[in-house]
């Protein structure tokens, strides 16, 4: 959720509509390309010609696909968050401790977008990957997130966002959201019980600067099968909640 441009640029817009579009398709010749994005053929083609003449995207066998150049970016723009250089070790050892899927999230333009994704040895394997962007409502790391965020801008993201429901337990309430947003500002971490993806289980905690910002969260998530009873209610929020403490400190003196 960006602010509004007042001279938007028409071109800007449907190249990286084009990409998306790409990414969205799992690539795509011409004639596929136009009729998603409804545009004419002429000017599809012009546009992935001429992004591939540039390197962002590339063609094998009359399809196009994003181009690895996009990578050279994405790393810039991970690296460049403080958070990902002091989280990361932390969120691997969590990994490797709880043998489960360990995650790192942080908010912009009011979506949830993982910087990190570590595995432990019986981590299961998701389609979210770096650089997925989620809804926050629907999420142990996006609820974390906007528990700890100015009222204001809860209203601003909820209000564009909704509460499209995911699975049959996705939160679709403004009410029933801030009961746990209250649960969370209370107990220090969040719960996620098969809320985005079904037979998926999550415990996420928010990290917090000194001045009480919220930075980002951190989870662990598994199958529902191994994350239950005492293992998802008190031993996982513990080791969550343990590891979002070293992490503060470091954020804090380093």
Known sequence: MGNTARNRIGSVRTAFDIV?????????????LASHLDVPKSTAHNYLSTLEEMGYL????GQYHVGVRFLGLGAYVRNRRKIYEIAKP???RLAEETTELANLLVEEHGTGTYLQRAQGSRAVQ???HVGTSVPLHCTALGKCILAHLPESRVDSILEEAGFEPVTPNTVTSREELEEQLERIRECGYALDDEERIEG????AAPILSNDDRVLGSISVSGPSN????D???ETLPNKVLETVNVIELNVTYS
């Open 126 to 128: 998701v389609e979210a």
């Open 226 to 229: 191994r994350i239950q009873g």
């Open 58 to 61: 590339t063609k094998e066998d």
């Open 20 to 32: 998306e579009s790409l990414q969205d398709l799992d690539g795509a010749g011409v004639s596929e």
């Open 90 to 92: 932390e969120v691997e």
């Open 231 to 233: 293992r998802f209610r």
């Open 200 to 203: 998926l289980r999550c415990v």
